[in-house]
């Protein structure tokens, strides 16, 4: 749109106008004075032209520099800066360009046209004019509020108006919408991040008017724009699966967690906390206890330790000057490596962790799992801990996932999920090509790896410390009995991690005490509310 002001004159007929160069400089008037006396000759004329002064006021203008505007205008009025604000306020302009154009003769005067490109709530462009008249031998802008736009007059403003969208839906994985208040409440809190995460593709853009007021009434809309729809978010989401996992915890009296996960693609099936109010599910850090062994029966499988290797399982064994002992102090002596993980050995693996595995090696293999490694799967999660072990107390302790060895139960259940599928896939909450950037990348399990640990997680539920618990058919895992804090006998939080299937888990209890008396009876009553 390019409008310009057309002006009248007295007699109600349009002035005469003769077309200028932007650049022309125009000598429109000659004062000359002889003075007799002395012989001499002055001639004094208009310096510049139009253009030249309107090209320096719209400059002016473009970067607010109201002062330069007032200097270049005759006799501007009080409230002059007010105009100028009220309409960028108005507007909530961002930035503002305007380009002069042709030059035309009015009467008493000249008029140059310019074209107005805004950027700000909507974006937008007119056309409009500025009057210039000779004031004091120069062109000044014969200002009115109609230099701002040719319809503004005292007692009119300009505003923009916006329609902001409703915020395209989130769907669980069976089309069920979960950005609702009657959606669980760990799954709202998954909403949450996604909405933040999301945003400018569930919020598309608002609709938005230019609207000319005089007073509180509206004149017209001298613009407007189209709103773009949100598009929606289907997530991973299986609400089955998500309130298996919450009726398990339902009788739980202290915090805890339950993420379930589908090996084959890492999709996050459920992540349910109880309370609520804090997502440990993939922000809690825990040391993951006897659940990283896991972890480190690979390391040792892939160095050549064969499943029905025979080992030592003393009650307590001296390691770099600490005394590392089993739960209860239970003395198993000798036994297959297979019966140690499943009886989870402390002295067996803190021993073998020393004596065949160097910091780096154990390292190297945790990074297989994803320690260390971005996770993103679409809110904010942390990424599992194995730091460099300083000397064989502190790799002892690394082995059965003590000392310094944080994880979250997202992190948990992806250990385990890697080995259900033979590959460690960074867990996600939304589509492949919807997954933020900067993530990890899918992992592949050595094979002779993947053949032992589906020999020796299921011998934990057959035959080894969650014997007792009735699992349903097919269900192999680990639990995990994690100290923390300091004292003869330290609290411990409750682990079990596991897979049945195409489904891989993660259950933590804090300060549970032993994953076999609590975390494993939970994750029983999840996979048979499944089954």
């Not at 998954?190 to 509206?218: D, F, N």
């Not at 040792?300 to 600490?322: M, Q, Y």
């Amino acid at each position: 749109m390019h409008e310009q002001l057309t002006g009248l004159s007295a007699a109600g007929t349009p002035p005469r106008r003769r077309r200028r160069g932007p650049w022309t400089v125009i000598a429109v008037t000659a004062l000359v004075a002889v003075l007799v006396s002395g012989g001499v000759l002055w001639a004094l004329r208009t310096q510049g032209s139009p253009g030249e002064t309107a090209e320096q006021y719209l400059a002016a203008w473009a970067r607010k520099d109201y002062a330069a505007m007032r200097a270049l205008s005759v006799d501007p009025p009080a409230d002059f800066d007010r105009w100028h604000r009220s309409f960028g306020d108005g507007l909530k302009l961002t930035s503002a360009a305007f380009r002069a154009g042709e030059s035309e003769d009015v009467e008493d005067g000249a008029e140059v046209g310019f074209h107005a490109t805004l950027a700000g709530t909507v974006n937008w462009s007119y056309g409009g004019a500025l009057r210039l008249v000779e004031h004091e031998r120069a062109w000044r802008v014969a200002w009115t509020p109609a230099a701002i736009h040719p319809e503004l007059r005292a007692g009119r403003s300009i505003k923009a108006v916006t329609v902001q969208p409703e915020l395209a839906p989130i769907t669980a994985a069976g089309g069920e919408r979960i950005d609702t208040s009657t959606a669980p409440g760990s799954v709202q809190q998954l909403v949450q991040g996604l909405q933040e995460t999301y945003r400018g593709r569930l919020t598309g853009s608002a609709s938005g008017r230019i609207v000319l007021y005089e007073g509180k009434e509206t004149v017209k809309t001298l613009a407007k724009t189209g709103a773009r729809k949100g598009e929606p978010l289907a997530t991973t989401i299986d609400l089955r699966v998500h309130e298996a996992g919450a009726k398990a915890l339902d009788q739980v009296k202290k915090p805890a967690s339950l993420v379930a996960l589908r090996p084959s693609t890492g999709e996050v099936l459920a992540a349910v906390n109880k309370p609520g109010g804090f997502n440990r599910a993939l922000l809690g850090k825990y040391p993951p206890g006897s659940t990283f062994k896991v972890v480190t029966a690979s390391a040792l499988v892939a160095g050549g330790v064969e499943p029905d290797k025979s080992v030592n399982c003393p009650p307590e064994r001296n390691i770099g000057g600490f005394r590392f002992h089993n739960a209860g102090f239970h003395d198993y002596g000798t036994l297959s490596f297979r019966d140690a993980f499943a009886h989870s050995c402390n002295t067996t693996f803190g021993e073998l962790s020393v004596k065949r595995l160097d910091g780096g090696r154990l390292g190297q293999v945790a990074a297989g799992f994803g320690f260390g490694a971005p996770i993103t799967p679409g809110v904010p999660a942390v990424r599992a801990e194995f730091p460099v072990p300083k000397d064989a107390t502190d790799l002892a302790s690394a082995g059965i996932g003590q000392g310094r060895v944080l994880a979250s139960p997202l992190n948990m259940a992806a250990v385990a999920a890697a080995i259900a599928d033979g590959t460690w896939r960074p867990p996600r909450l939304v589509a492949g090509k919807l997954v933020p950037e900067g993530g990890a990348q899918p992992r592949k399990v050595e094979d002779g790896v993947v053949r032992a640990l589906r020999d020796l997680m299921p011998a934990v539920v057959s035959e080894g410390t969650a014997e007792s618990v009735r699992f349903p058919k097919g269900t192999a895992g680990k639990t995990g009995t994690a100290e923390y804090g300091l004292g003869k006998e330290p609290p411990a939080h409750s682990w079990f991690v596991g897979y049945q299937g195409d489904l891989a888990f993660a259950v933590i209890v804090e300060g549970g005490g032993a994953g076999a008396a609590v975390a494993a009876p939970i994750a029983a009553r999840f996979l048979s509310a499944l089954n």
